[in-house]
């Protein structure tokens, strides 16, 4: 029962170093880095993932990295449209990838570049469940 339990001591510990020798950050006199968080919000008809019907699919990409909470927030959550449009969002940003991944080896432009970066990164990391 609880009344005979003796909690054992932790197997190792972390102790910090103390105040005086942790090194003390000298101001710099060079400009302050610039913290930019460049937004972009997307919004798309894609075909739906199993040909059903096309969704509106609204997402919003951060620094040019596809926010995987907002893909088809325009939808209500936990709705059969809010799932099949994130299923067809999943599909989508595959399609994108390998379109822009070709475009990118053949034009080598800086947009084609972010673009695959953008849709590819999607591609993999995006989960329709999550």
Not at 24 to 29: D, G, L, N
Not at 34 to 59: F, H, M, P, Q
Not at 62 to 77: E, F, K, L, M, T
Not at 78 to 104: N, V
Request: net charge positive.
């Amino acid at each position: 029962n609880d009344d005979n339990y003796a909690p054992k001591q932790p197997a190792s510990t972390y102790t910090p170093p103390a105040n005086h020798r942790i090194a003390k950050a000298t101001p710099s006199t060079s400009q302050p880095r610039s913290r930019t968080v460049n937004r972009e919000r997307t919004t798309k008809w894609i075909k739906g993932w199993n040909g059903g019907i096309d969704y509106l699919a609204e997402w919003v990409s951060v620094n040019n990295y596809i926010d995987g909470s907002s893909v088809c927030a325009n939808h209500r959550r936990g709705s059969i449209d809010f799932r099949e449009c994130r299923k067809a969002a999943k599909q989508y940003f595959h399609e994108e990838c390998r379109a822009w991944r070709a475009r990118f080896d053949s034009d080598r432009k800086d947009r084609s570049e972010r673009m695959r970066t953008r849709y590819c990164g999607a591609a993999s990391s995006f989960n329709p469940m999550g």
